[in-house]
């Protein structure tokens, strides 16, 4: 599959290179939002957890430093998967979207891994004393930060259609979670402060944490498994192989054909094509502009998907030369 023929295809569609413009433009902003929330959210965690001495604070802002430099990495890759092939990587870049989103998930699988550990440590060791009411307040400017950040990504992930911008609001989620769960949490223990109660606080800090790295946990497992797929190259989602081959038989079904054979394989916001044909009969196609006439009309078909497509349409007399 020839990935830098997606750029030339996209290329002769004028409305759909306009709206693919706008998609990439929504897509370069949202990475920028969301390196600069997650930035912003890095220092006031990390400030807030050495005033606060909370390790549950802690884990959220070494989570927003994390996603600050990842989302670095994303913003570069988002560039470099539109590049063309070269002689160096001679299908293009567009696998290194998926690679991205499982290096991100590990990392944020691992952090949970540790974050847990440490808090099951803590509370073996008697807990941890931390200043509830700065934690509370922390919880509070992140929880708004973390919603806002969260609404705007989900937004610019459905506008753009960008699975790299998709990943960055399942973060934004994570973390607004995060966030609100700390938000309760500290809500609680204020209450409870001056109560008979007071001296079990100790254990509130590291019992969030803990909680919380087993909550948060599905979702960089989630993504991992759904990235690993497209890295493993398997085929895409049985709902997009579906759409793809009622559009591929819509398109030639004027065609004689005796038989065809579809292979699919999706790389990040990139679906790649190859398709067999072998003409019932080969007399009534009346030459190479024939062929191209169905070409283009199979590509015209599948212009529509949500995604970028790539196609190799393959004539041939025996379908044994498909396998």
Known sequence: MNWGRVQEQKGK??????????????????????????????????????????????????????????????????????????????????????????????????????????????LRSGGQPMAVGSALLYALIASLIGCGLFAYLQGAAKRSGSVLVALDAKAARMDMFLSMAVLASFGLGWLILGTPVEPHLVYLDPSVLAVLCLVMLPVPLKVLWDNGREVLLLAPDPSIQQQVLERIESAIEGVPVAGHRIRMLKLGNVLGVTLHIQPAEPAMIDGITALDRIRRDIENSLASLELMVGIDVIFVGDMQLAR
């Open 13 to 122: 569609m004028t409305p759909k290179s306009q709206q693919t413009e706008d998609r990439e433009r929504i897509e370069q902003r949202a990475l920028l939002v969301s390196m600069f929330g997650a930035l912003a959210l890095a220092v006031l965690g990390i400030g807030f957890a050495i005033f606060s001495g909370s390790e549950a604070i802690l884990m959220d802002g070494v989570f927003s430093a994390l996603g600050f430099f990842m989302a670095l990495m994303t913003l570069y890759v988002s560039r470099l998967v539109r590049q063309p092939d070269d002689e160096i990587f001679q299908y293009g870049y567009a696998h290194f979207a998926p690679l991205m989103n499982v290096l991100k998930s590990l990392v944020m699988v691992a952090l949970c891994f540790f974050a847990l550990l440490s808090a099951i440590s803590t």
